[in-house]
């Protein structure tokens, strides 16, 4: 088995960080327009690795990639995000109703298929 040092312990290939898509689709009642971008974008200041994200007035997603050791590790972060961020965001107070998180291959695999989301461009916060 081949491994890789870090520090004074060693770790298996398979327990090094990934990168992960992660897609989090959030709704709830209505709220400004204006007030959902400013929040989606202060998030994306604090948090510079969010890619893209599109909302409306009562749901939003948010596309982003995360370093993780396994899809459980990806996952958990995604399901924490909307809420830790509620109050330093102004965040709306929404419901997290989908998540997918696929590793990196899996995600170039399906864009060179022409199956599943284009490539975030442009990046950044934009209305559905």
Known sequence: MTSVAAGDRFER?????????VT???????APLKDVRRSLEQLAHDHPFLLTSRYANDHAEIRYWEEARDLHDAAAVAL???????????LPPWEIVG?????????HQRIAE???PLPATPV?????
């Open 24 to 30: 989090l689709s959030v709704s709830g009642t209505e």
């Open 13 to 21: 290939p398979e327990e090094l960080p990934r990168l992960w898509h």
């Open 124 to 128: 950044g916060v934009h209305p559905f």
């Open 99 to 107: 998540l997918e998180v696929i590793d990196r291959e899996t995600y």
């Open 80 to 90: 924490r995000l909307w809420g830790e961020h509620r109050q330093s965001a102004g």
């Open 114 to 116: 022409g199956y599943g």
